[in-house]
């Protein structure tokens, strides 16, 4: 059982550097266009819905709540594919995906936090915080249009905050 902690902990690392390193591409260049954003943040989804997939495949024998890394890995590389595979078409929705993915992110991090020891008030802050831009993001298009590079940074960089603190305390409880 704690072998295959060991092996999957590093995911929780590695998918947060990749979301701090996306939120970190959003922040560097705000005139870009969101052609180009859908296209580095459809990677940044495909790479970290593979882990998240393999991560919740790992941990189906010791964690019952395996099935919803597997569900957030499966929406990750949804939505990376269709990022991707239609650009100019994402730019126009663009908001719409990543306000989706946001409240989706931020219910299971909500719902995670009542069933965790460790990390739970910073789960629940996290999911909160990401629900709320979220719907903001959402449900304002307009709002979202105009500020929509700084509203995609702050959100992948609470994941990918999060994410390595989650990494840390793995570390910390198994070592």
Do not use: C
Not at 78 to 107: C, D, K, S
């Amino acid at each position: 059982m704690e072998n295959q902690f060991k092996s999957t902990r590093h995911m929780f690392l590695f998918k947060g550097i990749i979301m701090i390193i996306l939120a970190l591409l959003a922040f560097n260049s705000p005139g870009g266009v969101l052609v180009a954003y859908s296209l580095f943040i459809g990677i940044g989804f495909i790479v970290t819905g593979f882990i998240m997939l393999y991560q919740g495949l790992e941990i189906r024998k010791i964690n019952s709540n395996w099935g919803w890394s597997v569900l957030e890995g499966l929406l990750d590389f949804f939505l990376g594919y269709i990022l991707i595979a239609n650009p100019l078409l994402t730019a126009e929705v663009l908001p719409f995906l990543i306000g989706f993915w946001a409240v989706f992110y931020g219910v299971l991090l909500i719902i995670n936090s009542f069933s965790e020891t460790k990390n739970r008030s910073m789960e629940l802050l996290s999911g909160i915080l990401m629900t709320i831009i979220g719907n903001v993001i959402m449900f304002n298009p307009v709002f979202a249009g105009l500020t929509l590079v700084i509203w995609v940074g702050v959100l992948l960089m609470i994941a990918g905050i999060f994410n390595i603190i989650v990494w840390f305390n793995l570390n910390k409880a198994i070592d």
